[in-house]
Nanobody, 122 residues
Framework: QVQLVESGGGLVQAGGSLRLSCVAS????????MGWFRQAPGKEREFVAA???????YYADSVKGRFATSRDNAKNTVTLQMNNLNPDDTAVYYC????????????????WGQGTQVTVSS
């Protein structure tokens, strides 16, 4: 049974930083692309960032240059470093494991964590 557990959310002022972590179990971690998604109140869940099996990273335009994701296969962990946060980044952030090594398609992401709340005050 695959489990993904996020941590690191919280309340931060605009311009601040947070670092999210996600620990995975129940899967061969190195064989799965890992992604981050977020959902703000009243909005659909949206893609934020992903890192594939070869450490190649992908980002939504809205977070490019501010967020960075990376993985540690030895620790089954993926992280999301978020800098220069603004109120539009307020959302529940979810970690997800893709069923593929590249995770290039949104439909590849089928396993989800419970989410962690990020709130950015102005």
């Amino acid at each position: 049974q695959v489990q993904l557990v996020e941590s690191g959310g919280g309340l931060v002022q605009a311009g601040g930083s947070l670092r999210l972590s996600c620990v995975a179990s129940g899967l061969t971690f190195s064989r799965h692309a890992m992604g981050w998604f977020r959902q703000a109140p009243g909005k659909e869940r949206e893609f934020v960032a992903a890192v594939d099996y070869s450490d190649r990273t992908y980002y939504a335009d809205s977070v490019k240059g501010r967020f960075a994701t990376s993985r540690d296969n030895a620790k089954n962990t993926v992280t999301l470093q978020m800098n220069n946060l603004n109120p539009d980044d307020t959302a529940v952030y979810y970690c997800s494991a893709a069923v593929t090594i590249t995770g290039r398609e949104l439909r590849d992401y089928q396993t989800w964590g419970q989410g962690t709340q990020v709130t950015v005050s102005s």
